[in-house]
C-alpha cells in the first residue's frame, strides 16, 4: 500500500525503537470467488489501534468495530470489540491486561487469570487483524512461541518469501503459519515492517489483483503440507492383513453379527469367516479388533471439501462424501492428488455449485447472469465429470426447470436449496432429484412465499416451526411427492441444531464430547450464539422449533423418503453428530447407519462395490470399540479407518492435527 513519505519515515523510525507508529491507515479488501464481499480497515493513531470491518456474502457476515490498545512495546494489553456475528448475533467483547492479571468477557465466556506479563488474547469475534496482531508478537517471541488467554499457545513457522506486485508496486512479503488457535493453521502475509499484507481472501487495498497468486501459493502449500500428512499418517500392508476379534455391522440387516475375521488383500476384502485363533499365514500382517465393530465407512453427503476436511473425515471414520460446493479447481486438483495416493482422504462424488446473480449471491462455483451462463455452466460440470448440478439461494426459479432438464439429458442429477421465491413443491415439479438442508424442506411449509430465504431468515424463520401441523395438507402434499418421485433429503440436521440452539457460553451436547481436545480459538468459536435471543419466548421458539425438526425426520423415514446424512461442516466430529441426531429423532441406530453407509452407496448406485463388508467389495471400513447399534455414540471412539485398504489411524491423525485423540490404535502384528 502506498504511503506519504512522512507516514513511511515515523513508521520506520517506530518499529526502530519497537513502539507503535505514531499514525498509519491500513486498508484491506476481502475477495471470495473473484469479488469483493468486505472491507477491513485499521487506523493506528500511536499506541491506540481502531478497526472497522464488514463481511457480506451469502446474504450474511460478521461485523466488528475494534479498538486495541497497546504498551510501550506495541503489545496489546486491551480489546474491545462491537458488532455482530456471522448470523447476526449482536456482540460486545472485551479483553484487558492489568495489574498482574488478564480478564475478558465475550460470547463464548468470561474469565481472569494471573499473568505477570501481557499475554496474548485469542478474540472470539475479532476481525483478521488479530492475525497480524499476533504475528508481530510472537516474532519478538523466544522460538516464536508465546501462550495465550484463555489458555493455550501459539506458535508461528516461517513458510516462504515471495513479491506480490510489479514495479514500483512490487512488496517483498514473508509467509508465516500460525498455529494453536483453530482446528487448522492460518497463513499470514506480513510486509517487512511486520503488518499485516494479507491472509485467505483478506489483501491490501490496491493489490486486488493479485489474490489469484495468493490462492495459487495457498494451494501449495496446503497441497505440500497434505502430501508429507499421507506419507506420514497412511499405512499400506505387503500381502493379506487379517482382522481378528471384530463383529461385523450388516447394513441389510441393520445388525452387528458374531466375532469374526476379515482378512483385505490390495485394496478389495478377501473374506469374512467366523472367528479364529492360532497363529496366521506367514507374510500376513494380523490386527486384532479386540472385540470392537467392523462397520462399513459413514457418509457425509453434505461436504464442501478442503485438504484439512479431508484428515478430520478419515479420523471420523467418514470414507465417502458428497462435495456440495467449491472452489472447481481446487477441488479437481485435489481429486488427482486422491487418485494418485499423494493425499490422504475419502472417496469423493463432486456436484457443480450454480448460483444466481443477487446482492445475496453466494460465491461459490459458478454465478449465472442468463439462463444461457447457467446451461454453459452444466455443459461444463458435465465435461468435467461432476455427478449432480447443485442449485443454491438466489437461482432465477424460472431457470431451474431448462436447467435440471439440461443436466439430466447429459447424465447428471440435481440437488441444492430451495431458491427464493419457489417452493419445495415447484423444484420437486421442476426435476430435483433430492433437496439439501432440512430446513430448505421445512422453511416451504413455514415461511410466506413472498418472504425472502437469501438472507439469514432461512435460519431464524425455523423458530416458526413451532407451530407447523405436519399432518396439514400442505406438508402431506409435498411428503406424497417426494415419495411418488423418489425424491430424497440430505438432512444436515445437526446445523440446524448447532445453530438454533446456539447459545453464549454453553457447549451443546453435539460439541461436549470432543470440544475439550481441540485448540482454545475452535473452544471458544463453538460457545457462541449465531441467533439472537432476545427474550425467554425467543429462546422457547428455537427449541421447540428444533424438536419440529427432529420430528419431521422421524416422519420422513417413516414414510420411506431417502435420508441421506450430511453435515455442511468440515470437522469429522459433526458426522457423527447427525447419526446422534437421528437416533434422537426416534431411527433407530441400526437404521441410522445404514442410511450412512449402504443407504448412501445405493443412492450413489455404487453397492456393488461398496456399502458392506463382503468378499470382494473395496475394503472402505472403520474399527470402533464398541457396539454402535447398542449406543451410536459408539462412533465417536474410532480406532481405525480403512479406504481402499489403505489404513489410518485416527489417534495419530488427531496427534498431527494437534488434538488431544479419543482412542488408541488396535495392535498390529507384523507377517512373520
Do not use: C
Not at 332 to 353: E, K, S, Y
Not at 547 to 553: D, F, H, M, Q, R
Request: net charge negative; hydrophobic share 40%.
Amino acid at each position: 500500500m502506498p504511503f506519504k513519505t512522512a507516514a513511511a519515515v515515523s513508521a520506520l523510525l517506530a518499529l526502530s525503537l519497537s513502539v507503535p507508529a505514531s499514525a498509519e491507515t491500513f486498508r484491506y479488501t476481502a475477495i471470495a470467488n473473484g469479488e469483493k464481499v468486505g472491507h477491513l480497515v485499521a487506523d493506528v493513531q500511536g499506541k491506540t489501534t481502531k478497526v472497522d470491518y464488514a463481511i457480506s456474502n451469502n446474504g450474511r457476515g460478521p461485523k466488528a468495530r475494534e479498538t486495541i490498545e497497546a504498551d510501550a512495546a506495541g503489545f496489546p494489553v486491551s480489546w474491545n470489540i462491537e458488532g455482530e456475528s456471522l448470523f447476526g448475533s449482536p456482540v460486545h467483547e472485551q479483553y484487558a491486561w492489568k495489574a498482574g492479571q488478564a480478564e475478558w468477557v465475550s460470547q463464548a465466556d468470561k474469565g481472569r487469570v494471573p499473568a505477570a506479563k501481557p499475554l496474548l488474547y485469542i478474540g472470539n469475534d475479532v476481525s483478521p487483524w488479530m492475525l497480524g496482531v499476533y504475528v508481530k508478537a510472537l516474532l519478538k517471541a523466544p522460538n516464536h512461541t508465546l501462550p495465550v488467554a484463555p489458555s493455550g499457545s501459539l506458535r508461528l513457522t516461517e513458510v516462504r518469501k515471495i513479491t506480490l506486485g510489479e514495479g514500483k508496486k512490487a512488496v517483498p512479503l514473508t509467509v508465516y503459519e500460525l498455529a494453536g488457535i483453530d482446528l487448522a493453521p492460518d497463513y499470514v502475509l506480513v510486509d517487512a515492517k511486520g503488518d499485516l499484507f494479507a491472509s485467505g481472501g483478506l489483501i491490501r487495498e490496491g493489490y486486488e489483483d493479485q489474490i489469484p497468486v495468493l490462492e495459487t501459493m495457498n494451494r501449495e502449500i496446503g497441497q505440500a503440507r497434505a502430501e508429507a500428512a499421507q506419507k506420514k499418517l497412511a499405512h499400506r500392508f505387503a500381502g493379506p492383513v487379517r482382522i481378528r476379534n471384530v463383529r461385523v455391522f450388516d447394513p441389510v440387516s441393520m445388525t452387528v453379527g458374531e466375532p469374526s475375521t476379515v482378512v483385505v488383500y490390495g485394496d478389495r476384502i478377501a473374506g469374512v469367516w467366523a472367528n479364529e485363533t492360532g497363529p496366521a499365514p506367514a507374510g500376513e500382517t494380523v490386527i486384532d479388533g479386540q472385540g470392537g465393530t467392523l462397520v462399513p465407512g459413514l457418509h457425509d453427503m453434505h461436504s464442501h471439501t478442503s485438504l484439512s476436511s479431508n484428515l478430520f473425515n478419515l479420523a471420523a471414520g467418514v470414507t465417502a462424501t458428497r462435495d456440495q460446493g467449491n472452489d472447481n479447481e481446487q477441488l479437481l486438483a485435489m481429486m488427482d492428488g486422491l487418485a494418485t495416493g499423494r493425499l490422504a482422504g475419502p472417496r469423493i462424488v463432486r456436484n457443480g455449485f450454480l448460483e444466481g446473480r443477487s446482492p445475496y449471491s453466494a460465491r461459490n462455483g459458478f454465478i449465472a447472469d442468463s439462463l444461457e451462463d447457467a446451461l454453459e455452466d452444466v455443459h461444463w460440470y458435465a465435461d468435467h465429470g461432476y455427478w449432480q448440478i447443485k442449485i443454491y439461494n438466489s437461482f432465477n426459479p424460472d431457470w431451474v426447470a431448462p436447467v435440471a432438464a439440461e443436466a439430466h439429458k447429459l447424465g447428471m442429477g440435481v440437488t441444492g436449496h430451495v431458491p427464493a421465491f419457489s417452493s419445495p413443491d415447484r423444484v420437486i415439479g421442476d426435476g430435483y432429484n433430492d433437496i439439501a438442508h432440512i430446513n430448505q424442506l421445512m422453511l416451504g411449509w413455514i415461511l410466506d412465499p413472498k418472504e425472502d430465504t437469501r438472507t439469514p431468515l432461512r435460519l431464524t424463520g425455523m423458530a416458526r416451526g413451532k407451530d407447523l401441523d405436519l399432518n396439514s395438507a400442505r406438508v402431506q402434499k409435498t411428503v406424497a411427492l417426494m415419495k411418488e418421485k423418489h425424491i430424497a433429503l440430505d438432512t444436515t440436521a445437526m446445523i440446524l441444531e448447532r445453530l438454533m440452539l446456539s447459545r453464549s457460553g454453553e457447549v451443546q451436547a453435539g460439541d461436549a464430547p470432543y470440544l475439550s481436545h481441540v485448540p482454545i480459538g475452535y473452544q471458544r468459536y463453538r460457545k457462541r450464539s449465531f441467533v439472537t435471543i432476545k427474550t425467554p419466548q425467543d429462546d422457547a421458539d428455537y427449541q421447540a422449533g428444533f424438536k419440529k425438526v427432529l420430528e419431521v425426520l422421524k416422519m420422513l423415514d417413516d414414510n420411506g423418503v431417502q435420508l441421506l446424512p450430511g453435515t455442511d461442516d468440515g470437522t469429522g466430529f459433526s458426522n457423527l453428530r447427525e447419526m446422534e441426531v437421528y437416533v434422537a429423532a426416534g431411527i433407530p441406530a441400526g437404521k441410522a447407519l445404514y442410511l450412512s453407509t449402504l443407504g448412501a452407496e445405493r443412492y450413489f448406485k455404487r453397492d456393488s462395490q461398496l456399502g458392506t463388508i463382503e468378499r470382494g467389495k473395496l475394503a472402505d471400513f472403520i474399527l470402533v470399540d464398541g457396539d454402535p447399534v447398542a449406543d451410536i455414540s459408539a462412533l465417536r471412539k474410532n480406532r481405525m479407518t480403512m479406504v481402499g485398504g489403505v489404513a489410518y489411524y485416527p489417534a495419530e491423525i488427531y496427534e498431527h492435527l494437534a488434538i488431544k485423540p479419543f482412542a488408541a490404535p488396535p495392535p498390529v502384528t507384523a507377517p512373520r
